[in-house]
């Protein structure tokens, strides 16, 4: 079965710093990899994808994401934080044949000046 | 132009009535999904419905009840609302296959009384 974990229920990070949220997952196929963003009272945003091919993905907002089979992880990162960044990230993952999505718990990113 | 739609956004309620949430989606997709987010933020599918068939139903109780007149609308009815019930819920779509992104309604934060 698929699961996600997402280590760091908040991160906190200074405006201008490195972003790094951590996401592992547990897939028995080849999995497919999505970081969503959660701003307050709203839905959720794709902010990145990968399914195959090159395994640095290039999101919105300055977002990246590396896929390491090796390490089964899938962590996001952004190398200049800025408060509008502030706001509740999920990583998901998807297997071939299931059209779900199972979540982590989020992380709550929080920005200070 | 909004792409995911859901009515109505907030839904305050006492406790063994029945109510409805209506989803739309603008996009041209084939499966519509219901997520239920919990106090803790945590995401958990609830049903996925593909060209107007279930192919998911994630041992929802049955006092919930989804219908998709078609592939664009999928409304959730929820019958004999309990204390548990309140949660935000979301609306999502996306293309027919596991690797595509899904769109996520602004949700609907369901309250009981």
């Known amino acids: 079965a698929q699961s996600v974990t997402q280590l760091g229920s908040h991160v906190s990070v200074s405006e201008g710093a490195l972003v790094l949220l951590r996401c592992n997952y547990s897939s028995s196929v080849p999995p497919y990899l999505f970081w969503y963003v959660q701003y307050p009272n709203q839905g959720l945003q794709l902010l990145l994808k990968y399914t195959t091919g090159a395994t640095l993905v290039k999101g919105i907002n300055g977002f990246e994401a590396e896929f390491k089979k090796s390490e089964t992880s899938f962590h996001l990162t952004k190398p200049s934080a800025h408060m509008s960044d502030a706001a509740e990230y999920f990583c998901?993952?998807?297997?071939?044949?299931?059209?779900?999505?199972?979540f982590g718990t989020g992380t709550r990113l929080l920005v200070s000046p | 132009d909004t792409a995911v739609s859901q009515t109505p956004k907030y839904l305050v309620t006492q406790m063994g009535n029945d109510k409805s949430i209506k989803c739309e989606q603008n996009?041209?997709?084939?499966?519509m999904y219901w997520y239920k987010q919990d106090s803790k933020k945590f995401l958990k599918i609830m049903f996925s419905?593909?060209?107007?068939?279930?192919?998911i139903n994630e041992t929802v109780p049955n006092r919930f009840s989804p219908k998709s007149p078609d592939k664009a609308h999928l409304n959730l009815h929820i019958n004999s609302l309990e204390l548990g019930d309140s949660a935000v819920y979301f609306c999502?779509?996306?293309?027919?296959?596991?690797?595509?992104?899904?769109?996520f309604g602004d949700g609907t934060r369901l309250s009981i009384l």
């Open positions: 996009l041209g997709h084939d499966t």
């Open positions: 419905y593909n060209n107007k068939e279930l192919i």
């Open positions: 999502a779509s996306s293309q027919e296959y596991s690797n595509q992104p899904q769109h």
């Open positions: 998901a993952v998807g297997e071939t044949g299931f059209q779900k999505l199972v």
